[in-house]
């Protein structure tokens, strides 16, 4: 779990000169994969919130092989590197990230399901939302909500992701990841300890998630496709729409709900910059055009330290802070 601290991102240093760049640039081209890389890329584009600068590399992994070459180079090279999903639920900081950012596309988006059993085997860059879809077809049911959470499967697992009582742990038979040297590991869901919005197997562990097999349960078309209306229908009403966000920015404290707590300290719709609480959902800072990261991290430490003096409450983020 990351602890937002103030300035963070302010204080970093400046994060990457060609010069830095150089000592390992050849290097990763020596690796010859077939993914593509990308240098000076800007990471706006890939996270939700739509802040953040450039990353010094960006890869687009196509395959588990080109990955099994990268991980151990980064790990050689002692870069700073995350794994990113479809950055819902990331704050990039506004220096940018001076390593190298994984994306993985091309083989890792794959659906394969073995309709007898029920089961699905995925790969992790598959979107939440597309595989909320393609279980209405098969009349599949407990991953309905997946169809409002705009993340990717792996981004769901090492987040645990969660809504209307259930969590995507829920119904995780099976899950692949690769260490950073390269290796490949597996272990049943049950055995794994995750907890709410919390996963072993996140990125910043040092594992990157590659294949999940989901047991789902069988019910009928109509009902699924009645149970992923009724979520989508919930989002609209409940939830800001048309501006950038990362969904609940703070997990819900044991006492209750996080929006509620930051709505009666007084700061719905309260403004920093251009990044505001939402006026429909406390939870939820929206971006209302050209929001810093830094303007971001503010108003979570302003909303922490409120609802801190006015309850003693410790709001703990859910959304993750990358400082390298
Ligand atoms: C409008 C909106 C609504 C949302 N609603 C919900 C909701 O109802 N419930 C909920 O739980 N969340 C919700 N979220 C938050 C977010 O969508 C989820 O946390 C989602 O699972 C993140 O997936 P991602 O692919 O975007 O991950 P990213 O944001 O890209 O990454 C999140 C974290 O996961 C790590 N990660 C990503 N992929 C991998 C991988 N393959 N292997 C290892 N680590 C990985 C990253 O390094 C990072 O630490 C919402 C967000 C938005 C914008």
New binding site residues.
């Given amino acids: 779990m990351i602890i937002v601290q103030k300035n963070t991102i302010k204080e970093a240093m400046p994060v990457f000169s060609p010069q830095a760049i150089e000592s390992w640039r050849d290097d990763l081209i020596a690796l010859q994969i077939q993914s593509k890389i990308h240098w000076n890329y800007p990471l706006k584009r890939f996270n ?1 919130l739509k802040v953040g600068g450039n990353a010094a590399c960006l890869i687009n992994v196509l395959n588990h092989f080109d990955l099994s070459k990268i991980l151990p180079f980064i790990n050689r090279h002692k870069l700073s590197w ?9 704050i990039v900081p506004d220096s940018g990230w001076p390593g190298i950012v994984l994306r ?1 596309a091309g083989d890792f988006k794959y659906w394969k399901p073995d309709e007898l059993v029920h089961q699905v085997k995925v790969g ?1 860059g598959l979107a939440d939302a597309t595989f909320a879809q393609k279980c209405i077809p098969l009349g599949w049911t407990g991953l309905e909500f997946l169809i ?5 499967i ?3 697992i ?2 645990n ?3 209307h009582g259930g969590e995507v742990s829920d119904f995780l038979s099976k899950v692949w990841w690769m260490d950073m040297d390269g290796n490949h590991h597996e272990a049943k869901g049950e055995s794994l300890d995750f907890a709410y ?1 919390y996963s072993p ?4 562990n040092g ?3 590659t294949d999940a097999l989901f047991q789902l349960k069988r019910s009928n078309s109509e009902m699924v496709r009645a149970n992923v209306e009724k979520y989508q229908k919930f989002r609209f009403e409940k ?1 800001p729409q048309n501006l950038p ?4 920015v703070f997990k819900n404290p044991p006492q209750g709900y996080a929006g509620r707590l930051i709505e009666s300290v007084g700061l719905k719709g309260y403004r920093i910059g251009n990044a505001q609480i939402s006026e429909k959902h406390s939870n939820f800072i929206v971006n209302l055009g050209d929001a810093s990261a830094q303007d971001i991290i503010d108003l979570m430490t302003l909303a922490q330290k409120k609802v801190r003096e006015a309850y003693q409450i410790e709001l703990v983020s859910e959304v ?1 802070v990358l400082s390298f």
Avoid: D, E, Y
């Avoid at 197997?201 to 910043?204: E, Q, T």
């Fill in positions: 939700t995350f794994v990113l999903g479809k950055g819902s639920n990331l993985l992790s409002g959470i705009p993340g990717s792996g981004g769901a090492a987040m992701a969660g809504a919005r197997l996140n990125g910043k594992t990157v998630i939830q966000n990362c969904g609940s993750q």
